[in-house]
């Protein structure tokens, strides 16, 4: 992956928008996101070109909605992108019975850590949307996507008020640095993880997660970038800062370049 985007007309339209108006505008954009400001990362992040988006995303609204499309606007094919299979053993039992001993572990900064199987996921209220996926190479793909909200789930599990980021740890090994990193992971803030489109998604298209497409369950997270959308996610993180995971940048690709907020 280069670290050049390929940019949508979107994208490129609202970074022009930004550089034309959003001078002056400043802090006062993060109105409720007090907490969430005062983070270290969020000072690097809040001055940079990057943090631009971030900001205009919470201007027009924590809340607003990537766009839904049709069932007729499906894509034939949705390419699987980056890892084919998490390589582990760990992974591999859970795949040769079906997900059925699998949990999803949700911990950190939470009243009540909960270990939930995917009957359990099932369980919690559904949500289905047809969304466009952008992936930064340059394609796109348009999936129906179901599961329980994010929301639904860190609600269950109780949010202590020290927390800012939802982490989400991954099966597979993108790579096996020397430094010891190359465990996919992502993370987002409190106002993505608690938008009514960011779900935990263990069906596409009328079926069960494949394993390419992340099997046995994966991130939406709506109006980010495909990197964001983290497969394999065996267990969720609520945490305060992001600097000791990883390389400290909040993702396998943002510790290698990329933005960490990549909103489109
Ligand atoms: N765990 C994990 N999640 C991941 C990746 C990965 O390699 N491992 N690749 C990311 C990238 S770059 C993209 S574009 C999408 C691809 O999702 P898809 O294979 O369902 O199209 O997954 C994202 N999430
Ligand atoms: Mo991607």
Redesign the pocket.
């Known amino acids: 992956?280069s670290r050049i985007l390929l940019p949508t007309p979107k994208r490129i339209g609202r970074r022009k928008f930004l550089g034309l108006s959003m001078a002056g505008l400043g802090a006062t954009l993060l109105g409720g996101c007090d907490r969430l400001s005062e983070a270290p990362q969020f000072l690097d992040l809040l001055g940079s070109a990057e943090g631009l988006t971030y900001r205009m995303q919470r201007l027009l609204g924590g809340n607003a909605l990537a766009r839904e499309f049709s069932a007729a606007d499906l894509s034939p094919d949705?390419?699987?992108?980056?890892?084919q299979a998490?390589d582990t053993p760990e992974y591999a039992a859970f795949q040769e019975t079906g997900f059925a001993n699998w949990r999803l572990r949700v911990d950190g900064l939470v009243v009540k850590p909960l270990d939930l199987s995917l009957a359990d996921l099932r369980a919690l209220p559904q949500r289905t949307q047809i969304t466009r996926?952008d992936?930064?190479?340059g394609?796109s793909?348009i999936?129906k996507w179901q599961g329980p909200t994010l929301g639904d789930v860190l609600k269950s599990a109780g949010v202590q008020p020290a927390a800012r980021f939802a982490v989400f740890h991954?099966?597979?090994f993108?790579e096996r640095a020397a430094d010891g990193t190359g465990q996919?992971?992502?993370s987002i803030d409190l106002i993505d993880a608690f938008h009514p489109q960011t779900i935990l998604a263990h069906r596409?298209n009328d079926e069960p997660l494949s394993v390419?497409?992340?099997a046995p369950l994966?991130l939406r997270v709506e109006r980010q970038?495909?990197?964001?959308?983290?497969?394999?996610?065996m267990r969720i993180e609520l945490t305060d800062r992001l600097d000791l995971l990883g390389r400290g940048k909040g993702g396998?690709?943002p510790d290698r370049g990329y933005e960490w907020y990549a909103g489109i």
Do not use: S
């Open positions: 992956m949705f390419k699987v992108n980056g890892t998490p996926h992936c930064v190479e394609w793909a999936g991954c099966a597979d993108y996919y992971y992502e596409l390419g497409h992340g994966r970038l495909g990197y964001k959308q983290a497969r394999y996610v396998f690709w």
